[in-house]
């Protein structure tokens, strides 16, 4: 029996389904009835597809006979009800159940008033508080006014780096960095900043037992914890340890006091300086190496410029 001229007067996915004529067999009807299921008739976009009405919410909704037998019939309206007390639940708004060229997520307006494109599980999770439902868009603006303050502006993301972004200085130089680095202004542009000096920076007292002697470096270093053993070449058998770090505004202040010390040092106590042939390639540098001797005096010099530059605290 064929499909004929008529259509149901309902849209099913978005368009109305065309009328076949025949029988639908008894089973079938049992077990949509059973599923909470009325059998409308058969019809829509093939053969074996039967139109049922859900008994719960009246949606219309299209299933194959083997489908109505055998599997269990989740309602689309049902569905969508639940998806809609979910956005609700996040000050949300459930905004299109099929948007195009995403079949298996929908469209959400968040509290925010952004409208995005989630998997409906995501948002179900977010209502009970399970996670966050946060905004790309609010993220990425809030990405784009941190750069700001640094005089960066957010230019977008970087292919296969989730967690940097590329960012344009004020100079014009463009530039990748981590977002949160860029949080804290930790950047120095490869243009303008040449040598990291307008980034924050720390003076450190460093120890390093050699197997011939221990030693003492005095030094600067963005990062002293994290990278001073790798700045500095040092064999992973030695041992070190940071004995003392005090912030300092910039790099550059960092290095103005650190040499006026140095100069102090070597010309005060010439003999707690220990030459480069007695370390050699063990640290990579040049001087800047005391013996322990020297220990209580650096102290002094370092408290010294701790007064001079006392810590600020978070902006
Ligand atoms: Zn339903
Ligand atoms: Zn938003
Ligand atoms: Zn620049």
């Known amino acids: 029996m064929p499909y004929t001229s008529a259509y149901y007067p309902f849209k099913i996915r978005g368009e109305y389904p065309q009328v076949y004529i025949g029988p639908t067999k008894p089973e079938v009807t049992a077990a949509a009835e059973r599923k909470g299921f009325t059998v409308l008739g058969r019809g829509g976009p093939n053969r074996q597809m039967v139109i049922l009405g859900c008994r719960t919410c009246g949606t219309p909704i299209h299933r194959r006979s083997r489908v109505i037998l055998f599997n269990n019939i989740d309602c689309e309206g049902c569905s969508n009800k639940k998806d809609e007390v979910?956005?609700?639940?996040?000050?949300?708004?459930?905004?299109?159940?099929?948007?195009?060229g995403h079949r298996h997520r929908r469209e959400w307006r968040l509290k925010c008033g952004h409208v995005v494109?989630?998997?409906?599980?995501?948002?179900?999770?977010?209502?009970?508080?399970?996670?966050?439902?946060?905004?790309?868009?609010?993220?990425?603006?809030?990405?784009a006014a941190e750069a700001r303050e640094f005089g960066w502006t957010l230019h977008g993301p970087v292919p296969n780096k989730p967690g940097y972004r590329r960012y344009k200085h004020t100079c014009g130089a463009v530039q990748d960095v981590s977002v949160g680095n860029m949080m804290w202004g930790d950047v120095a542009c490869h243009k303008c900043s040449k040598g990291a000096s307008a980034r924050p920076s720390f003076i450190y007292i460093f120890q390093i037992d050699l197997p011939q002697q221990t030693v003492i470096k005095l030094g600067y270093s963005r990062k002293p914890h994290k990278r001073l053993r790798h700045q500095l070449g040092i064999d992973l058998n030695v041992r070190t340890k940071v004995l003392r770090t005090i912030p300092m505004p910039s790099g550059f202040v960092a290095r103005v006091q650190e040499t006026e010390a140095h100069n102090t040092l070597s010309k005060d106590n010439p003999e707690w300086v220990v030459p480069k042939a007695a370390y050699g390639d063990q640290i990579n540098t040049e001087g800047e190496i005391y013996l322990p001797a020297a220990l209580a005096k650096i102290h002094e010099l370092v408290d010294e410029i701790a007064e001079r530059f006392p810590p600020r605290g978070p902006a």
Do not use: F, H, W
């Not at 979910?86 to 195009?100: C, F, Y």
């Not at 409906?120 to 603006?141: I, L």
């Open 86 to 100: 979910a956005a609700a639940a996040i000050d949300g708004e459930l905004v299109s159940t099929r948007p195009i």
């Open 117 to 143: 494109i989630r998997q409906r599980g995501n948002m179900r999770k977010a209502a009970r508080g399970d996670n966050e439902a946060g905004c790309e868009m609010c993220r990425e603006e809030r990405y």
